[in-house]
């Protein structure tokens, strides 16, 4: 995606009321400089989610991207899907264009999707890749799944309530073609606490590296206590297997933020 100039300066200041973190044209704007100075790898895992994609991708299926932001997922999915099958070059195998591929990419926030359309035309202007997607701005709870082969949840579960979340997955996995695969991309919580505060400790090193202040590190921290909530990646793992989810390995991994690939 095309980077942008904006830098997040949103907790540069001592704010005298701190409020709850949320994806308003505010953070929309400074968005990509945000996650890409908060969350280490963030990159990556979108490149791999566009690899992933492409291998478990199957045809006349859909796929989804849920709590899409600014649709870099949605993005990496599509081009890599498409060179998937343009690279296939086999005459029985219509290209991906061609076919009835379709990525939708849902988000609550109609300003994260405003943008994520700015953004994903500049990156794309003849529009050969990004034809593709469809955007949706609902709760990701209420939106239907239907013959899934890929569904992507990159950082969106942390801020879905914790009694929601099974729900959400079993309506997931229940959308989902055989041999399709959930991508879920969670900041993870510890129960040891030595542990639980090297990993935040090494967190913020990352943080003050990438230009961050004490300040901005603590005010967003407390933006984000009641509406980010992680978990253990055991509990992660249990939930998914309880829910039906054939094989779930953790693939990524970089300080207290991880990713996990899960098989129908």
């Known amino acids: 995606m095309k980077a942008v100039k904006d830098k997040d300066t949103l907790y540069s ?41 492409a291998e478990f991708y199957q045809a006349g299926s859909n796929c989804y991207d849920l709590g899409c932001s600014l649709g870099a997922s949605s993005l990496s999915m599509a081009r890599s899907i498409n060179a998937r099958f343009e690279n296939a070059q086999l005459v029985e195998t219509p290209s991906v264009k ?5 990525i939708i990419a849902v988000d609550n926030s109609q300003a994260m999707l405003q943008k994520a359309q700015i953004l ?8 050969s890749d990004i034809s593709c997607i469809d955007f949706i701005c609902d709760d990701i709870n209420f939106v239907d799944i239907n013959n899934a082969s890929v569904v992507v949840m990159n950082f969106t579960l942390q801020f879905i309530a914790l009694e929601q979340r099974s729900s959400l997955l079993a309506k997931i996995y229940q959308g989902m073609r055989t041999g399709g695969i959930l991508i879920l991309s969670e900041k993870l919580n510890y129960t040891d606490t030595e542990q ?67 098989i129908k």
């Open 13 to 53: 200041r001592p704010l005298e009321k701190l409020v709850d973190f949320n994806f308003d044209e505010k953070v929309a704007n400074v968005f990509p400089d945000m996650i890409n100075r908060s969350v280490p790898g963030y990159a990556s895992i979108v490149a791999m989610t566009g690899i992933l994609s």
């Open 98 to 102: 061609d076919s009835s591929l379709r």
């Open 120 to 127: 994903l035309k500049q990156s794309d202007p003849d529009g």
């Open 196 to 262: 639980q505060k090297l990993l935040i400790d090494m967190h913020h090193f990352f943080k003050k590296a990438n230009g961050y202040s004490k300040l901005e590190i603590s005010q967003k921290r407390q933006t984000l206590e009641n509406v980010l909530l992680p978990e253990t990646l055991e509990q992660h793992k249990i939930r998914l297997q309880q829910i039906g989810f054939k094989q779930t390995e953790q693939w990524f991994q970089c300080f207290n933020f991880s990713s996990l690939i899960a």
